[in-house]
């Protein structure tokens, strides 16, 4: 063998080594970057290479949107919807997850992220939210049943927590530049200061007769009153003398 041909077959496999080693470095920086997105994207396309390719035109559409933060303003205004809608779940789980839909793109719209088709609002918002992005798919998919009247009450309690999962991220961002931050009051402490939901967390009441006021309930008038870590009895209560 000659030693142009040997200095031959090393060139190629050097190339072959270092094209080995950039896939790797950009299949780990996409599964870093996007998470269990990842995974689900490889599985639902059955091939890595179109999977990666898919992740990385999402990136490039986004960096083009002008995605931008909310006002403080704008920012009260969701709290407050938010607010109102999940206290509406008691009487109309229905409508509740309807207009839990609605707020969540009428937020995103907000954000800048625009108003395609959801698979497309889905794969947006994926870029910078990859950790919430499977709530919105369970949340749509919930209410797609449900348009249907294959839903019961404890999926429409689920689709709630799946889409305040994603609002809660969309929601809670920096102020613009300029900007002074809004102190959150404890009243409007609804989804920014709250730990991320938990799918067994109960944010919707069993019980008809309570109020909700944010993530808290408000016990009815037969219940003891809670003051910080303290309960007061009631004032019939008598003290055990025993």
């Known amino acids: 063998m000659s030693p142009t041909l040997i200095w031959i077959i090393l060139l190629v496999a050097l190339a072959a080594v270092v094209v080995m080693i950039v896939a790797q470095r950009r299949t780990r920086a996409l599964h870093e970057k996007f998470g269990p997105e990842y995974d689900r994207t490889v599985k639902s396309m059955k091939d890595r290479g179109k999977a990666e390719a ?47 839909d609605r707020l969540v793109t009428e937020l995103m719209q907000a954000r800048g992220y625009p108003m395609a088709d959801f698979g497309q609002r889905a794969s947006d918002v994926s870029v910078n939210h990859p950790q919430v992005v499977s709530d919105y798919r369970a949340a749509h998919d919930i209410a797609e049943r449900d348009a249907k009247g294959q839903a019961n009450t404890e999926e429409l309690r689920k689709a709630m927590v799946h889409y305040r999962a994603l609002f809660r991220e969309l929601l809670v961002t920096e102020s613009p530049a300029g900007e002074a931050e809004r102190p959150l009051t404890t009243r409007d402490r609804v989804l920014a200061d709250s730990p991320p939901p938990d799918d067994s967390e109960r944010i919707i009441p069993d019980r008809p007769q309570r109020s909700i006021v944010g993530d808290r309930i408000i016990p009815d008038g037969t219940d003891r009153s809670i003051v910080g870590d303290r309960i007061i009895p009631d004032r019939d209560a008598r003290p055990d003398t025993r």
Not at 60 to 89: G, Y
């Open 54 to 100: 898919d992740l990385n035109k999402r990136i490039e559409r986004v960096e083009e949107l002008r995605i931008q933060p909310l006002s403080a303003a704008d920012r009260s205004r969701f709290e407050q919807s938010w607010q109102a809608d999940q206290a509406r779940f008691v009487d109309d789980p229905r409508a509740a997850v309807r207009e839990a």
